[in-house]
């Protein structure tokens, strides 16, 4: 869902009704924005591609997004990734480059790893990312030249190249500037010359030590239900473990040599399955309940919000793009989703991504929200269906947006006399042809499409 405003045409008190809405919500977002100064979310992608990219490699980086479930180990040494349209799913550890990827402590670490995938509560690695920057991972002491080195990290000797400065430095080896200077003894204007030698702390592999107990274990965790054992048969959690073991006896880890931003070379080693094949549906039951209890308090099919899920997030409830939108519905905090908690509490409230991520929550902020852009914002535009059309493609347009795909103007109220000279199948066509991103186009065509696979549920 876009976080865009919309432009309106305030003729007679009727349409005066419409805007006021929008200004308050608009001023209710800039103050909170501004009392917050929160970091654009962009940023943190960029922190999370950042590092990630010094260890794994530029092109080798997974960031999460609505159709990709991604979960990272702080150290960013461990990743898995799940392909919510295929059902592919992936566990990754990187080793030294000279490691034996097949010994037990590999292989032991790899079935934890799968069992944290199935079971463990998951965690936005955007997020995470942000709180482990507030920690010192390069692990250097307090007094000069001394240092705690942690597990899967070591000390080498870098030799200055021609360009190079103590920033470049620490960023290229994901050290704080000032931390390089205390492990060297150096000021931090320290004068460096091409070819000599320092010290810098270099992540080397993933510490396999082995969890003690499980951790976070989630109450309802995401994909047991859409895997199975060889047989067939369903996995409990309690048969996690061996589902782990009877995948990695069937399927060995894959190797891989990979080359960092920091230019060294680790291997990569991993083990690749699949969910069944109906695990979109499976994911989608899980939260069919809770659409129509909302659906039902709008008078809104409930197939239409299902449907707006499906494209929106593949039914993850930890999706999180950059806009930054989060959650099954990919609610806009500042923009959607402030707006219909607005509507529903008579309140400014700050959404955090936690409370966004609760399915309840962003169903109901969500189906709200789609029921504000349906009547009010569509409100002018008298064919039910044609309105169901436009308020669709105003959930991932805007609704200034959808006006545009009519008269070229980016004004809903203006555009609506012209919507309403034609036909519902016409507005359609109008929409996938005529919205100005192909995005839009495309969402409204998906949203439709997938509506069929929902219509029968009850």
């Known amino acids: 869902m876009r976080n865009s ?82 059902g592919k799913a992936c566990v990754q550890i ?26 463990r509560e998951p965690e936005d690695p955007v997020e995470m990312i942000k709180t482990r920057d507030k920690k010192n991972y390069s692990s250097v002491g307090e007094e000069p030249g001394s240092i705690e080195i942690a597990p899967g990290r070591e000390i080498r000797i870098y030799l200055i190249e021609k360009g190079d400065s103590l920033w470049k430095i620490s960023r290229r080896f994901g050290m704080k500037t000032e931390d390089l200077c205390r492990l060297n003894n150096f000021r931090k204007e320290e004068t460096l010359q ?24 989630s109450n309802g965790p995401l994909f047991l239900d859409q895997i199975r054992m060889v047989d067939g048969s369903p996995v409990s959690p309690s048969m996690v473990s ?14 891989k040599k990979v080359t960092g ?35 039902e308090k709008y008078n809104i099919d409930p197939a ?21 939108a989060y959650g099954l519905m990919q609610l806009v905090p500042h923009g959607g989703g ?66 545009y795909a009519f008269i070229s103007e980016k004004s809903i109220n203006l555009a609506a006399p012209e919507i309403n000279r034609m036909d519902s199948q016409q507005v359609y066509q109008k929409l996938i042809e005529k919205l100005p991103f192909k995005e839009s186009r495309d969402y409204v065509r998906k949203v439709f499409t997938r509506i069929k696979l929902y219509r029968d549920w009850n």
Not at 245 to 254: A, C, D, V, Y
């Open 338 to 403: 402030l707006e219909a908690y607005y509507a529903m509490y008579a309140e400014s409230q700050k959404l955090t991504p936690q409370y966004l991520y609760d399915p309840e929550n962003n169903i109901e902020l969500g189906t709200a929200y789609y029921n504000i852009l349906k009547n009010r914002y569509m409100g002018l535009i008298d064919e039910p269906v044609s309105r169901k059309y436009c308020a669709v493609a105003a959930y991932n347009a805007g609704a200034s947006n959808v006006g």
């Open 94 to 119: 990187l080793l030294k480059a000279d490691d034996d990827s097949g010994r037990q402590a590999v292989l032991a670490h790899l079935r934890q790893g799968i069992g944290n995938l199935i079971l």
């Open 194 to 217: 091409v070819g000599q030698p320092i010290k810098v702390l270099i992540y080397v592999s993933h510490d396999l030590t082995l969890d003690s107990e499980p951790e976070n274990r």
């Open 261 to 295: 931003r920091d230019g060294i070379e680790r291997l990569s080693v991993s083990v690749e399955f699949t969910l069944v094949t109906n695990h979109v549906e499976i994911r989608a039951r899980k939260f069919y309940p809770m659409v129509r209890k909302q659906a």
């Open 304 to 324: 239409v919000v299902m449907a707006i899920i499906h494209t929106e997030s593949m039914f993850n409830p930890m999706a999180r793009s950059n806009t930054p």
């Open 5 to 86: 405003k919309t432009t309106f045409s305030c003729r007679g008190v009727a349409r005066c009704i419409f805007i006021i809405p929008a200004i308050l919500i608009f001023f209710i977002s800039q103050t909170i924005n501004a009392a917050e100064n929160e970091e654009p979310s962009v940023d943190l992608f960029g922190r999370l591609d950042f590092h990630a990219g010094i260890i794994w490699g530029e092109d080798n980086i997974w960031l999460p997004g609505p159709g990709l479930f991604v979960q990272y180990e702080p150290d960013l040494g461990e990743r898995s990734m799940v392909d919510l349209k295929s």
């Open 242 to 255: 061996n589902y782990a073991g009877e995948l990695l006896e069937n399927h060995p880890p894959k190797k």
